[in-house]
């Protein structure tokens, strides 16, 4: 059973004080690995898509890399506005159809 | 990116009553459409998928006759809860993507549903 597991389920920060997210995926099948943002109550919002080992992708803050077996979330210099929660999710080419993570709660305190 | 509007954003409806839920693409045509459930502080977990001008395909566990899904057109998809119950409540979200946009999907605002 493909299995997409993401650590730690939540992280409070510092405004300012740099850390990652991690995401682990099953490797067998995997065709792509995706990164969404969810504020309460919304739908999740796309960030970044990663196909191949050492790739990199970067919005703002953000940096997503994938390796052969994991993929990190780095946020840099974080304000409050980017507290949400942090979804991954593996398309293992089923149709579409994305297997995701349990997600990681985000804080940032200024 | 490619928009995808869900409605309603909220509803609130008796036991024993049906709700329809919309899901459109609208700056794109989508051939596929999920149907995901949403409990709070849990992961999307993916209930359904429709493909255009076909019946849906279920989940292990989702029962097809209660979650009715319709994706009539390459623009819209509904889900319908039928004879809802409170264990029902839940945040339902759609997603849409299509063979050009590279297995990119786009998900909805997301609808909360209480049954009281």
């Known amino acids: 059973e493909d299995q997409v597991t993401q650590s730690p389920e939540a992280l409070r920060l510092q405004e300012g004080e740099s850390s990652s997210l991690n995401c682990s995926y099953t490797v067998s099948g995997l065709r792509g690995l995706f990164w969404y943002r969810q504020d309460p109550g919304k739908g999740p919002e796309f960030l970044f898509t990663?196909?191949?080992a050492g790739e990199e992708k970067e919005k703002e803050r953000l940096k997503a890399t994938l390796t052969k077996k994991e993929s990190f979330l780095h946020i840099t210099a974080p304000k409050p506005e980017d507290s949400a929660t942090y979804l991954c999710a593996g398309d293992y080419n089923q149709g579409g159809k994305l297997i995701f993570g349990q997600g990681t709660e985000l804080s940032v305190k200024p | 990116g490619a928009v995808v509007s869900q409605h309603p954003s909220w509803v609130i409806c008796k036991s024993g009553t049906s709700v329809k839920i919309e899901c459109r693409s609208l700056?794109?045509?989508?051939?596929?459409m999920f149907w995901y459930r949403q409990f709070p502080k849990q992961s999307l977990m993916l209930m359904a998928t429709s493909n255009e001008g076909s019946k849906a395909t279920y989940e292990q566990g989702v029962e097809k006759d209660k979650f009715l899904i319709n994706h009539a057109s390459l623009t819209l998809s509904t889900l319908t809860v039928t004879s809802a119950h409170p264990e029902d409540s839940s945040f339902y979200i759609c997603?849409?993507?299509?063979?050009?946009?590279?297995?990119?999907?786009?998900f909805g605002q997301g609808t909360r549903l209480t049954v009281v």
């Open positions: 990663l196909y191949s």
């Open positions: 997603s849409a993507t299509s063979a050009r946009m590279n297995t990119e999907a786009f």
């Open positions: 700056d794109f045509q989508a051939t596929t």
